[in-house]
């Protein structure tokens, strides 16, 4: 089992991200840390209990981490997600309280203890003001996934810039220097992968057939979502962003890249950028591994299988959901 700590901005797809993660065996969530970015890090950190919620899982504890980027205004993603941030299905709150510990304190006194791999979801602010305090501690980072940034796809909030990476660049660019000096890579599940994972009205149609309980959560979650894609991006359907970063650290041969070292632009029109020196211009050691490729039905049918379950509980198995071939 790999131990993980999941930092999000819940988020309508980082919420289907938690919901794989907590139906993924392989995982053991040791903690969730919520960060500002589609949402204000406390509204997170409350969407977050609610998909915990559903999961039957509160026994996992929610950090509420950074409320603003290190530098530039907060900028939220609500005109996507909502007022409440899960697509304004207006969930109740689940019962319980949050720890009186922070995010950054979180994962400081968790990677102080042990060797633990993150899942990285939202803007990077709580990752670079660990990092920043304690450089030492990212040798202690098994993995770090980072859904965000892109490579050769066209920006989803500015004609370059990836919205995490863009909401707060400096954070994203003090990770990845951090861990050029580290010698260590940063897994970047950009774009250039998330866009071919499309949850479409026939899929999301399939999930409430055959698990008619997780399908109604997650269509009470993406109406609003697929309202939004349809509207700005002519898309019938909604990417689903975060939920790759979480198959892709289960299971590798889900994505394709290669190894290049990056930096991220922080100032003017194109902040948040992604600079990756795919041709090695620079001569840097390799900081990041960048994904370029996916198989999205493969993702689909790894996806459904695990957050589906049947009447007797039991998970469905990737080869009875053939009709996702067809779909
Ligand atoms: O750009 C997409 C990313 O920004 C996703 O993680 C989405 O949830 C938002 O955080
Ligand atoms: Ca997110």
């Given at each position: 089992m790999d131990r993980v700590i999941i930092d999000c901005d819940p988020g309508i797809d980082d919420s289907l991200a938690l919901m794989l993660a907590l139906s993924?065996?392989?995982?053991?969530?040791?903690g969730i840390t919520t960060v500002s970015g589609n949402v204000p890090a406390e509204m997170g950190a409350k969407n977050a209990r609610k998909v915990l919620q559903q999961m039957n899982r509160l026994d996992i504890p929610v950090y509420i981490g950074e409320a603003v980027p290190l530098r530039y205004e907060y900028t939220d993603a609500m005109d996507t997600h909502g007022k409440d941030g899960?697509?304004?299905?207006?969930l109740p709150d689940a019962p319980g309280t949050f720890p009186s510990a922070d995010a950054v304190e979180f994962l400081e006194k968790t990677l102080e203890k042990e060797q633990v791999s993150v899942i990285a979801l939202g803007p990077m602010t709580n990752l670079a003001r660990v990092f920043s305090k304690r450089?030492?501690?990212?040798?202690?980072?098994k993995d770090l996934i980072s859904m965000g940034g892109s490579f050769r796809s066209h920006g989803n909030?500015?004609?370059?810039?990836?919205y995490n990476y863009w909401c707060d660049p400096d954070a994203a660019a003090v990770c990845y220097k951090l861990f050029a000096d580290a010698g260590k890579k940063i897994e970047m599940i950009g774009l250039?992968?998330?866009?071919?994972i499309v949850l479409t009205p026939n899929i999301r149609e399939y999930i409430c057939r055959l698990d008619p309980e997780t399908g109604e959560f997650i269509r009470r979650l993406t109406d609003f979502y697929m309202d939004f894609h349809w509207e700005y991006?002519?898309?019938?359907g909604c990417v689903i962003n975060d939920p790759l970063a979480v198959a892709y650290f289960i299971d590798r041969s889900l994505c394709r890249g290669f190894d290049s070292y990056t930096e991220v632009e922080t100032e003017?029109?194109?902040?948040?950028?992604t600079v990756v020196d795919s041709m090695n211009f620079w001569r840097r050691k390799p900081n990041s591994h960048i994904l370029i490729e996916t198989d999205s039905r493969r993702f689909m049918k790894f996806f459904l299988a695990r957050v589906m379950k049947k009447q007797d509980g039991s998970r469905w198995l990737?080869?009875?959901?053939?009709l996702l071939d067809t779909i």
């Amino acid at each position: 089992m790999d131990r993980v700590i999941i930092d999000c901005d819940p988020g309508i797809d980082d919420s289907l991200a938690l919901m794989l993660a907590l139906s993924s065996p392989e995982l053991e969530v040791l903690g969730i840390t919520t960060v500002s970015g589609n949402v204000p890090a406390e509204m997170g950190a409350k969407n977050a209990r609610k998909v915990l919620q559903q999961m039957n899982r509160l026994d996992i504890p929610v950090y509420i981490g950074e409320a603003v980027p290190l530098r530039y205004e907060y900028t939220d993603a609500m005109d996507t997600h909502g007022k409440d941030g899960m697509g304004e299905s207006f969930l109740p709150d689940a019962p319980g309280t949050f720890p009186s510990a922070d995010a950054v304190e979180f994962l400081e006194k968790t990677l102080e203890k042990e060797q633990v791999s993150v899942i990285a979801l939202g803007p990077m602010t709580n990752l670079a003001r660990v990092f920043s305090k304690r450089p030492d501690l990212i040798g202690q980072v098994k993995d770090l996934i980072s859904m965000g940034g892109s490579f050769r796809s066209h920006g989803n909030c500015s004609p370059v810039a990836e919205y995490n990476y863009w909401c707060d660049p400096d954070a994203a660019a003090v990770c990845y220097k951090l861990f050029a000096d580290a010698g260590k890579k940063i897994e970047m599940i950009g774009l250039d992968v998330t866009r071919k994972i499309v949850l479409t009205p026939n899929i999301r149609e399939y999930i409430c057939r055959l698990d008619p309980e997780t399908g109604e959560f997650i269509r009470r979650l993406t109406d609003f979502y697929m309202d939004f894609h349809w509207e700005y991006e002519k898309i019938i359907g909604c990417v689903i962003n975060d939920p790759l970063a979480v198959a892709y650290f289960i299971d590798r041969s889900l994505c394709r890249g290669f190894d290049s070292y990056t930096e991220v632009e922080t100032e003017g029109i194109c902040r948040g950028q992604t600079v990756v020196d795919s041709m090695n211009f620079w001569r840097r050691k390799p900081n990041s591994h960048i994904l370029i490729e996916t198989d999205s039905r493969r993702f689909m049918k790894f996806f459904l299988a695990r957050v589906m379950k049947k009447q007797d509980g039991s998970r469905w198995l990737e080869e009875e959901l053939s009709l996702l071939d067809t779909i």
